[in-house]
């Protein structure tokens, strides 16, 4: 798990182009949410569920948004729109399950 705050992490599209631009935004002294994007290998609970400990300690809030943001998710040559969920107003105690979810959703069926 390699985890970047918006606005301090490499702005390159490794991180998927969600979260490269949103950090390129944050950079640029736009007003955009604190958040951090976190590259991961696969979606083992216990790695979400470390996802998620770091973000409370680090991004503490009642409630949170757990978005996808994968290099191949929308580039120019396609767009897999709808394929991955997003939870928002997600509850500290939900956030591991709801990054695991958002993750698996990338092996899904296209929708």
Do not use: N
């Amino acid at each position: 798990m390699i985890g970047f705050r918006l606005g301090e992490g490499p702005h390159d599209l490794a991180l998927g182009s969600k979260a490269c631009y949103l950090d390129r935004l944050k950079r640029a002294g736009l007003d955009v949410p604190e958040g951090q994007a976190y590259l991961l290998s696969h979606g083992d609970p216990e790695i979400c569920q470390s996802v998620a400990d770091d973000v409370r300690r680090s991004l503490p809030a009642d409630l949170y948004a757990v978005r996808s943001s994968f290099p191949g998710e929308d580039s120019s040559t396609q767009s897999q729109a709808g394929q991955y969920r997003s939870h928002l107003r997600v509850s500290q105690q939900q956030l591991g399950w709801a990054i695991g979810d958002v993750f698996a959703s990338g092996s899904s069926a296209p929708a």
